[in-house]
């Protein structure tokens, strides 16, 4: 029992402080040509879509950065590509994304949310990477 309380608190100190931060992956660079694979995880930021959150949120840990524009970096969720070659978005259906080129998912993610009238044009951006492959 004590072994696991200190695993725990190990875990929250690593996901939730500054040693949280040293452990962060390298930013992620935006490839507008990359191409979604079947199984890829792909790092999303969606402006008013996604949740912002702060070192304190207990899913911090699981964010990834983009590096868009030279200096730019954007905090981005990570988005599992099912078997099936969809990706969830939040109040959206499903959508096809394998064999699609990152610039090309970042447009489809925002015609997406302005047809289904969550947002209106000009009020969304997107940025994408691929994060990891399997």
Do not use: C
């Not at 660079?29 to 949740?51: C, F, G, K, Y």
């Not at 599992?80 to 990152?102: C, N, Q, R």
């Amino acid at each position: 029992m004590r072994f696991q309380l200190q695993t725990l608190l190990l875990i929250a100190l690593l996901t939730s402080t500054a040693a949280g931060k040293a452990l962060a992956k390298d930013p992620l660079a935006r490839d507008p040509e990359s191409v979604v694979q079947n199984s890829d995880v792909i790092a999303v930021n969606v402006t008013h879509m996604l949740p912002s959150v702060d070192e304190s949120h207990p899913q911090y840990s699981r964010l990834r950065t983009i590096k868009v524009n030279g200096d730019l970096e954007l905090m981005a969720w990570p988005i599992h590509v099912l078997k099936d070659g969809t990706a969830s978005f939040p109040l959206l259906d499903p959508i096809p994304v394998v064999g699609v080129s990152i610039e090309k998912l970042e447009k489809i993610v925002v015609e997406s949310y302005i047809k289904k009238n969550i947002v209106r044009r000009g009020e969304i951006k997107a940025s994408a990477a691929i994060a990891t492959t399997k």
